[in-house]
């Protein structure tokens, strides 16, 4: 099938989508939330969808049900909340005012995420609209993505019985660097962890360095003791559960073709640790990390101050693969620490999932042919993305094995999380078009 | 001899001590600095001092002479500059009202350093008036010491041949926690360094640290290669020119009697690296050190950022013995950077010299003398402090061998550098004592 839109059916989900951006939903601060979960609700049920407002601890849950009475059901997962919006003083166009220019629409939320969560809706509008939908959706759209999802894993346990599942869409997805819709199997696992040693009340005079312990020295060898050289972790147990790439996920990584230069001008730093294309995409995609966030102590001014400080924290990540346990690493890193004598306390404030999706599944073949048919090139497909979202919750708490981040609006120039965040408006018209052939596909692939 | 004061004399020195310290000259900010340096040329020229204003590159000198022909000359260096006063709110009294309450003279300043550059003063004052000064006097008052005297060396440099003596009287001393008079023979040096480490334009998401280098971990791994697990410092030839301690300076360590359990009360620390006395002053005052004053890098607010910093900067402190030379241990530092490779920029922020002056020389033995006579108990003498003060720019420049801290009218409960700084009126009297004694006294020693 080709489902290509009227110029009616674009210009109403064009007006749809302005009017949601037009919809301030900051989850930092809460501003606009409660109406954007209503605008939802309301627009769910203007589409047939049978909508609900879900109270969490935090911001509400949308969760939006369409039952054709098929065998299979999609669980379709966007967040409406967004990232605050300063520097305000940077953006063109004032951030909720949705202003389209040069064929794009330039608004906080444009690409992460509102605009894919139309895309999707109006998809599943067309197909409706031409008698070809056959298979159940289910839609559950979270306000505190850009928080960190604090309530979701509860409301998902909560709730297991409304939200059974073949498959789930993640957010994510649209166009890589070189325009080519991309299809992404799974996440790294995350775990966050804050680290703080406190030697006194107060700074003293450094003259006491040669008899009281420095904080800011028992950090820096604890953090020194982690890793080697290279940057490995050296936490005992580590790298036990990591399970190597499949045949198949290896030769998916090949997709990622972008080199040493080119990456090198995107993130503006002076040199990378690998020479060549080959090298970095089997770190980025297949390494476990442990990475320092931040680390204070002491005087940081300026000229100098001589003093022992009283205290030093640092903050770090670990960004998990498949199969590492971010609650075992945890544990790991405290026996580490207990182990060696470190006088450090640390406490776990973040802890993700690593997942993959098997490419050999029905979503990823429906994805792929869905995806061919409206772009016209193969879809870059990957094992998983570098970085990390919520997509554990579905795979453990549901027991959904097919999750992927797939069909999105945004592209490489879409400043997601930045000011001036934009769409391209053809973009957006292609990924309801996505969306459509997607949820026409599936019920279609054998399994 | 025993030059008691009568309440006169008692009333003068007070009244002169009080009107000094109701002159604020804090050199953070310049405020009073000229109009003080201008009180006590006038101050000098009253008692009959030869007295000049002396220009450097930032707050003045002040400069006074007194010769009566002998064959002997005291340097007497004290500073009029104060601590900036904040924070104002912790004051009971005014910190510029000097206020007399229970014994005591509250102000900024009282105890660092204006009591004791008018208790000398007046000690001269005395000896002249009973007709027994047999040495010629120098005075060098600095306006600086409390921001690093950036312009003392500059300025000793460009007046050698004004300022020749035979020994130097350099501020400190003072009393000791339990009320003894202090002697000390001289000063740990210092190389104070900021280190920087940038990576890249701006801070990057997470996701990137398999692949870009993290500013954080060089530091960490700089650092961690400066020391070994006990601190002690692994920069090539780092302790080479360490001079250990003479029979007569190890014994007189002996006298620093201060117990673990004093020192951990006294500091606020929670332990300490030694459990006996024994080995906490051997660390104290022999022990060079390796210090990290502060670190910053990155995300260290509440909560959890995932990123790979841009930047990162750290400052270190290495406190010195002789004969260490601090513009050599910085280019040792700089070398072990180079040769391992660091991408890290060493900045230096502050050199200063260590220095001992030898035990059997005439000025020691003029102050334990002195000391004793005026307070009735052995003063503890020590063969440097652990901290530094400029006196190695004395020692080279001047090349003068006897340069100690002793005569001060501080006591442990002073409060230097905090709110509602003090001085007991009675140790501002036995300072003018013990000051006209030394005078007195240190001509009549055999070299």
Redesign the interface.
Known sequence: MSFVLSETEKEEALKTYIEFLQKPSVSASGEGIRDTAEYLKRLLSSLGVKASIEETGGHPVVLGEYSVGANQTLLVYNHYDVQPVDPLDEWVHPPFSATVSGGKVFARGASDNKGTLIARLYGFKKLVAEGKLSVNLKFIYEGEEEI?SPNLEGYIQKNVHRLGADAVIMEGGGLDAKGRPQVILGV?G?V?V?LNC?????D???????????P??EL??L??SL?D?E?RVRIDGFYDDVKPLTDDEAELLRSYDTTPEE?IKA????????PSTEK?RV??FT?P?C??????????GP???????AK??A?L?F?LVPNQNPHKIFELLQTHVRKNGFDVDCRL??AETPVRTPVRTRVVSAMRESAKKVYGVEPVVLPN????QPMGVFTNILGINECVSAIGVGSASSNAHAPNENVEIENFYKAIQHSAEFFYTYPKIQP
């Open positions: 960190g790294k995350l966050y804050e406190n030697t006194g009340v107060r003293l005079h450094s003259s006491n360095a040669p008899i009281v312990y420095n800011a020295w820096v060898k953090l020194r890793v050289d940057g990456t993130l503006g730093v002076k040199r990378l640790k690998y970095l770190a980025l390494e990390t990475n320092i966030d931040g680390f204070s102590s002491g005087y940081t000229k100098s101050k001589t003093i022992v400080p030093a924290m903050k990540d960004r404030l973040g993305s570098a970085g990390t």
